[in-house]
């Protein structure tokens, strides 16, 4: 039943932490973007893309996924068979907990192409939370190495 408790809260822990991985929203900013200077470009949307943005590998899901296996490893047999029981469980645990981090911080995106004003095509990915449709007029945002389409 410990070994379950243990289980249960690291992985509450590591989907916590994957869910404050950063974002790549169009509507969202990060602490270092406030107060700066964008520029702007103005341009039509020629196209809209369903893309996948792929998960997150920073680690934390590995590390903590590795910790449970080891954990949980340790309880198969005594001496010897204790530890080897730690070692695959710890490998089996990191594996699992890196590709539960990818999967729980996946996003779906839309590739965003653009013609600007200037005539130059442009194309975005970025969080699909907003709809952009062909031939809408839209904004160019570009600042602190960041771009985004806004309305």
């Known amino acids: 039943m410990r070994l379950l408790n243990i289980v249960i809260a690291t992985t509450a822990a590591t989907v916590l ?3 404050c991985a950063g974002s790549q929203s169009g ?7 406030t107060r700066g200077e964008m520029s702007v470009r103005l341009g039509v949307v020629e196209s809209v893309r369903n893309v996948t ?3 997150t590998q920073s680690g934390v899901g590995a590390v903590a996924g590795g910790a449970v296996g080891g954990i949980a490893g340790s309880n198969v047999g005594h001496g010897k068979g204790s530890t080897v029981g730690s070692i695959v469980g710890a490998v089996a645990g990191g594996l ?3 590709a539960l ?4 911080s996946k996003k779906a995106g839309l590739e965003i192409t653009i013609k ?3 005539g130059k095509l442009i194309a975005i990915t ?3 939370d907003e709809i952009f449709r062909p031939g809408e007029r839209i904004r ?3 600042g602190g190495g960041v771009t985004r389409v806004s309305r």
């Open 17 to 19: 932490l994957v869910g």
């Open 27 to 33: 509507a969202g900013y990060s602490r270092s973007q």
């Open 53 to 55: 943005i792929e998960g």
């Open 96 to 98: 699992a907990g890196q």
């Open 101 to 104: 981090e990818e999967h729980a």
């Open 116 to 118: 600007l004003d200037d």
């Open 126 to 128: 970025q969080e699909a």
């Open 140 to 142: 160019v945002l570009t």
